[in-house]
């Protein structure tokens, strides 16, 4: 919808200033066209269209600057004086050659006054407005009392008095009318106008939608991208040890990719005194001779740290890595810049991408599960309460009748019970401060409660952080395996092991059941979407028999973890 022509914003030249609205210079000439042929049926006389000629000189500052906090009300108190003046004279010269009255010779001018105070009310200047009412006023006073008709004839006639206070009056009323109308367009064209956050929001998922349909699958991936972007610097630089690390917020950084013979706890903390946290500070390429990792190597190292900048917002730091001195000159440092310069624009567009799914992910699944806490599972307790009620009034001899109905009873409660657990599920993400093995835990620890199962936690999770992104689908897949454990293994242990130490982590689920090749089939549909949502973070789904029985789940992301990786492990049984 476009918004009326009142409430918009004035058009301008390439050098900031309004420009003229057609429509308003149009309208100006019409009036004053109609003045001028008013002016000669009135005089006959071609020499006073002088002052039509005024009144265009008068009006050019009010055509090209109209809202000009000088020029615009300068040109339109001009208009209003000549038009006083020259009201007074072609009311004299009517008179004195006789073809018509002083008021109706009055008239042939006074019609152009409506113009400056009509549009000085619709760019909401009403005391402007107000105040050139006022100069006409005087000035038409004034006008008639120095014309070549007499006081003694102008008294006697009274048309030119007369006439002033009717067109003063008119325009009084005109005034009125505009700001009306003024304010009326304004609150309709709000009122009609959509939210403007809303309405940009709409803008830019139109064109995201646009674009993503043009770009290959895994183009707005941002792991995928990082992992390309490392393999070509690879190619233009020696490097042992390399990095892509982006913002998790609360002033740490996460790794997307890395490469090398070992993995490297690298330094993910922003107010470190590090050439990472100097990089992302400055947005200049930093280089430093000792590595950037929490435990130094000893022996020479060259490090250089490229912050990926994408207009004026660092997105991510490029870190490299070399087991020699001197590695990253100048000439080397412009080859790499010149590669990260187009990466850091294509990691913004898949970062973006990443938190627009998962805000749209968690407000759908937020969604669903107001839905069927406020639908399905309130229809069930009131069934629930009905079959208790119908239990209470059954006579004594309807005992078979009261068996059937107390089996129904548990099948409800059942059901309630399942979908309890999928609110839960639903609902439940990884706190920002709690990290993934808390949440993981928690719902093990939930479902076990609910289910008699005895649940035995290994939790091994590093300081650093994945990917919210990734931290929620790796938390997905854990409750999917449990959640299958639950419904159609027959278990009663569950095994939860969560290793994390960015960018790996391994999630494994077992149980002690009937083993998968017995379980129910549509607990095959949890398998698929366990696999689809490992392969979005580049992960690997296994799922193994365990001996002696059950079923083994896990997900692994990313490469080995360190061979010098020292962690304290939590083993903690429960259950009920």
Not at 366 to 391: F, K, P, T
């Amino acid at each position: 919808m476009l918004p009326s022509p009142v409430a918009a914003r004035p058009r301008t030249r390439p050098h900031g200033q309004p420009r003229p609205h057609p429509l308003a210079v149009a309208a100006r000439l019409v009036v004053l066209a109609l003045v001028a042929v008013l002016t000669l049926i009135t005089t006959r006389e071609v020499e006073q269209l002088r002052w039509i000629g005024l009144l265009a000189v008068a009006g050019i500052p009010a055509v090209l600057a109209p809202r000009h906090a000088v020029l615009g009300p300068l040109g339109r108190f001009a208009e209003v004086i000549i038009v006083g003046l020259a009201a007074g004279k072609v009311a004299a010269e009517a008179q004195i050659q006789g073809t018509l009255g002083s008021g109706l010779g009055a008239e042939a001018m006074l019609p152009y006054l409506a113009v400056p105070l009509t549009v000085a009310t619709l760019y909401r200047r009403t005391r402007e407005a107000l105040a050139l009412l006022g100069v006409a006023a005087v000035t038409l006073t004034f006008g008639g009392a120095v014309t070549e008709v007499s006081d003694e004839r102008l008294i006697t006639d009274g048309g030119y008095l007369l006439a002033c206070a009717q067109w003063l009056i008119l325009a009084a009323v005109g005034i009125t009318a505009a700001g009306t109308l003024q304010r009326v367009l304004q609150a309709r064209g709000e009122g009609n106008r959509p939210p403007q956050p809303y309405a940009e929001a709409t803008r830019l998922l139109t064109q995201l939608r646009s674009v993503a349909r043009q770009l290959p699958g895994a183009t707005l991936d941002p792991g995928g991208i990082a992992e390309h972007l490392l393999d070509e610097l690879r190619t233009i630089t020696r490097t042992e040890r390399a990095a892509v690390l982006t913002a998790s917020g609360g002033g740490r950084l996460v790794v997307l990719a890395q490469t090398g013979a070992d993995r490297v706890d690298w330094e993910t903390t922003l107010d470190a005194d590090s050439a990472i946290a100097d990089a992302w500070a400055s947005q200049q390429p930093q280089t430093a001779h000792r590595s950037q990792a929490r435990s130094h190597r000893k022996g020479d190292v060259s490090a250089l740290v490229v912050p990926l900048v994408a207009g004026v917002r660092t997105v991510g730091l490029v870190t490299l890595e070399a087991d020699v001195t001197n590695a990253y000159p100048s000439s080397v440092v412009g080859r790499v810049t010149a590669v990260t310069g187009p990466a850091a624009l294509r990691l913004e567009a898949a970062l973006l991408f990443d938190e627009v799914r998962s805000l749209a992910t968690n407000e759908e699944r937020q969604r669903l599960a107001r839905e069927i806490h406020d639908g399905v599972a309130q229809e069930l307790v009131m069934v629930g309460y009905g079959i208790d009620n119908a239990l209470a009034l059954l006579p004594e001899e309807a005992k078979e009748s009261g068996e059937e109905l107390r089996t129904l009873r548990g099948e409800v409660t059942r059901v309630i019970t399942e979908l309890r657990l999928s609110l839960f599920e639903l609902r439940s993400e990884v706190d920002r401060h709690g990290g993934l093995a808390a949440a993981i835990s928690e719902y093990a620890r939930q479902v076990g409660a609910s289910a008699g199962l005895r649940v035995h936690y290994t939790l091994d999770e590093s300081t650093a952080r994945l990917p919210a992104a990734t931290e929620a689908e790796l938390l997905r897949i854990a409750q999917e395996a449990i959640t299958n454990a639950r419904k159609h293994a027959g278990a009663s242990n569950l095994w939860v092991t969560c290793a994390v130490d960015p960018p790996y982590a391994q999630i494994e689920v077992s149980d002690d059941g009937q083993g998968i090749a017995d379980q129910r089939p549509d607990g095959r549909y949890g398998l698929a979407i366990m696999a689809e949502r490992a392969e979005r973070i580049r992960g690997r789904l296994e799922i193994r028999p365990r001996h002696p029985s059950g079923t083994t789940v896990a997900v692994v992301l990313g490469s080995s973890p360190r061979r010098d990786s020292v962690r304290d492990s939590v083993n903690a049984p429960e259950g009920e």
